[in-house]
């Protein structure tokens, strides 16, 4: 089957909170079942309608995407990159990040420090720590790492 990437469309909203759900449960076991309800209606209803939204595609299927905010400096964030448990090791993630840099090289990002499999993916594609701190509202470590 073919891998496509592409932009974001509102019609593939369902799709992409699926997605982000299952890579979320996987990724974030810590984190509570009442938080990833809240966040998952800010991603429905404040990040992907603000930000630059690239979609993985194979045949049909939407297996990732990957959101980019761009500020008045430099660098622009990576605000999501998810991709559905069975794609994970796939190559998708590294297709979205490459998109990421085609359109700006100098990304920054924040991981939980005990999201392991994206930790581990950030530090082969080339990313490296800058600073840590805690998420206030659920207490866990936070990692902001930069690619440069």
Do not use: C
């Amino acid at each position: 089957m073919k891998e496509m990437i592409r932009k974001f469309q509102e019609h593939d909203t369902d799709a992409l909170l699926s997605v982000w759900y299952n890579a979320n449960k996987l990724a974030h076991p810590f984190l509570s079942e009442n938080f990833i309800a809240a966040i998952k209606l800010k991603v429905r209803d404040i990040y992907l309608p603000n930000t630059e939204t690239w979609v993985a595609e194979q045949g049909d299927n939407i297996i990732g995407f990957i959101s980019l905010l761009h500020s008045e400096g430099e660098r622009s964030e990576v605000g999501a990159l998810f991709v559905e448990p069975d794609f994970i090791g796939k190559g998708f993630g590294r297709l979205l990040m490459d998109q990421a840099v085609s359109i700006n090289p100098k990304l920054t990002l924040d991981v939980f420090k005990e999201n392991h499999i994206g930790r581990r993916f950030y530090e082969r594609y080339g990313f490296h720590q800058v600073k840590k701190y805690v998420f206030d509202p659920t207490g866990d470590m936070v990692l902001t790492l930069t690619l440069d």
